[in-house]
């Protein structure tokens, strides 16, 4: 239950922070939060020989407006997330996703990008980013690149983040005007979805225009339900035809088995979550 | 009384010992071994009935686990209820929605078939299957 030793380096800016991974290779982990690195530390599941802590950056937190989007610094916490006015304003479904993510007291320690990065396929955050098309700003020794949502999540835990790299901001387009729900199912409360559903709907004289959707847990990464959004498309926000349309929910999916439920069972809710989603972001 | 009816209902339909098939315990944390918070739990009645103990000079009793006795048995009974309508007469413990879930599609989706749970209840009790096949 105690970690193994580490040297501890606490750099003040991403710069110091990239030349402390520069210069100790696979051999560090970063730290944001620590809501899901410490569990695995204490359990000696990893035992990294350097963590470098990203608490001491400032320009890593904040919330700012850029023309068309949304700039999320990385180590901003999902408590200043889910209250922040403009996420509110412009990113409705984040507020709907960090509301039901883990509890309070991980809310105030944990971090929008830490979460990400992490890539647990039962976050709660990556479907909601995959839906409404985030883009990663990663730095690195050589400057900045910018990754889209479809080609961040690469696999179980496993991200377009490379050796020596690190996620600064995350850039979420604005939805303003769209409605948005996050419909989660779980056995006890503020535990990892079992399946989860991140809906945003933009309705227009009770048709539904455009709408993003996606899954967590169904697969080894989020996963965009697209032919849902298709099939949503022009349709009234109705009962019927949404519940028609959110039986797609399972196309292109893979879900895991475990303890909460096997790969079958985890078809059945899907689309059951995905209409509740669609209809309570429809406001119907 | 409150800590002991929680416990009762949590083996109902979350705590379970999970070993794999090498024998080890795969339930071994809080992350998978399922505990209620007072999120997940009801709010409780609680009545007295006061007749004191004759074989102590306080008259008093243990109170501790009273609630853990008659509340697993009181939400399993009530969760195969709900579901007798799909001829489910038992779900083993804990009754997980995928268990619930599985237990419905294996009936034979006809409460009156041989071999289901005898009414351990009034016959004429209110609401006992309405919407069938719903």
């Known amino acids: ?284 | 009384m409150h800590g002991g009816l929680a416990q009762g209902i949590a083996q109902a339909l979350w705590e379970e010992a999970v070993y794999d098939d090498a024998g080890t315990l795969v339930s071994g944390s809080f992350v998978d071994y399922l505990l209620p918070t007072s999120a997940d739990t009801i709010s409780f009645e609680v009545d007295h009935t006061t007749t004191a103990s004759t074989t102590n000079t306080l008259g008093t009793k243990g109170v501790g686990e009273a609630g853990t006795i008659a509340s697993t048995p009181a939400v399993v009974n009530a969760v195969v209820d709900a579901v007798r309508q799909f001829g489910v007469n038992d779900i083993q413990m804990p009754c997980t929605p995928e268990r619930v879930w599985r237990a419905i599609h294996a009936g034979d989706g006809d409460a009156a078939t041989e071999g289901a749970a005898a009414p351990h209840f009034e016959e004429d009790a209110p609401n006992r299957d309405e919407g069938a096949g719903a």
């Open chain 1, 1 to 284: 239950m105690i970690p193994v030793q580490f040297d501890y380096p606490a750099p003040t800016s991403v710069e110091e922070a990239l030349a402390a991974l520069a210069e100790h290779g696979d051999d560090a982990k970063v730290i944001a939060g620590g809501q899901s690195l410490l569990p695995v530390l204490r359990m000696r599941l990893n035992a990294p020989e350097v963590v470098v802590d990203l608490g001491g950056i400032a320009e890593l937190r904040g919330i700012r407006e850029d023309g068309d989007a949304l700039v999320i610094g990385a180590m901003t916490t999902h408590h200043d997330v889910l209250n922040d006015p403009l996420v509110k304003e412009h990113a409705l479904l984040l507020v709907r996703a960090e509301h039901q993510l883990a509890d309070a007291q991980i809310r105030h320690r944990g971090t929008f990008g830490g979460a990400l990065a992490h890539a647990d396929p039962a976050g709660d955050l990556g479907a909601p980013a995959l839906a409404l098309g985030a883009e990663f700003v990663i730095a690195g020794s050589g400057g900045s690149r910018t990754v889209a949502a479809d080609d961040f999540f690469v696999d179980l835990f496993e991200t377009a983040i490379a050796e020596g790299e690190l996620l600064t901001e995350i850039r979420i387009p604005k939805f303003t005007g769209w409605g948005a729900h996050y419909e989660k199912f779980v056995r006890v409360a503020h535990q990892w979805p079992i399946v989860a559903v991140a809906a945003a709907v933009k309705v227009d004289g009770g048709t539904i225009s455009e709408a993003r959707v996606g899954l967590t847990n169904m697969g080894s990464t989020p996963i965009r339900a697209r032919s849902v959004e298709e099939a949503l498309v022009g349709q009234p926000a109705t009962e019927d035809a949404v519940a028609s349309a959110a039986a797609r929910a399972t196309e292109g999916t893979n879900p895991p088995s475990d303890l909460n439920g096997a790969a079958d069972y985890r078809s059945h809710p899907a689309p059951v979550l995905t209409r509740r989603a669609v209809l309570a972001a429809a406001g119907a």
